[in-house]
């Protein structure tokens, strides 16, 4: 057995600070950047989505997908600005004031679309 077993299997070499096992680089080396001690950690951007509760449904938006308008909001949901009622946190918004109707993370939008018929 090879000295490199005996001290891994020896507890009694653990406390001795000669007992460090090293190992080199593979062959070619590390760069300059892949020798730092951050070298091959993945850093994530975790951001926080945002939702609105549309008819009772949450829907979730990345932070730069949030639609900022009332109207932004219908047109990504493809529905007609002109046959549509809406509601924002218990408050009717008349049809002229869709655009100016800023929207924010956690709010309750209410749409009712209109219908011809008879």
């Not at 090293?22 to 001690?37: D, I, Q, V, Y």
């Not at 549309?54 to 990345?62: K, P």
């Not at 909001?73 to 493809?78: D, F, K, S, Y």
Request: cysteine-free; proline content about 4%; glycine content about 12%.
């Amino acid at each position: 057995m090879g000295s490199l077993s005996r001290r891994l299997r020896d507890r009694s070499w653990s406390d001795d600070p000669t007992n460090l096992i090293r190992l080199g680089p593979a062959k070619g080396g590390l760069t300059e950047l892949e020798s730092t001690p951050f070298a091959g950690v993945l850093f994530l951007q975790v951001s926080e989505m945002k939702s609105l509760k549309v008819n009772g449904v949450e829907r979730q938006f990345a932070p730069d997908e949030m639609p900022g308008t009332l109207s932004a909001l219908l047109n990504a949901m493809g529905v007609g600005l002109a046959t549509v009622v809406a509601e924002v946190d218990g408050r009717i918004v008349r049809r002229e004031d869709f655009d100016r109707t800023q929207l924010r993370d956690g709010q309750q939008i209410e749409l009712i679309k209109l219908m011809g018929g008879g």
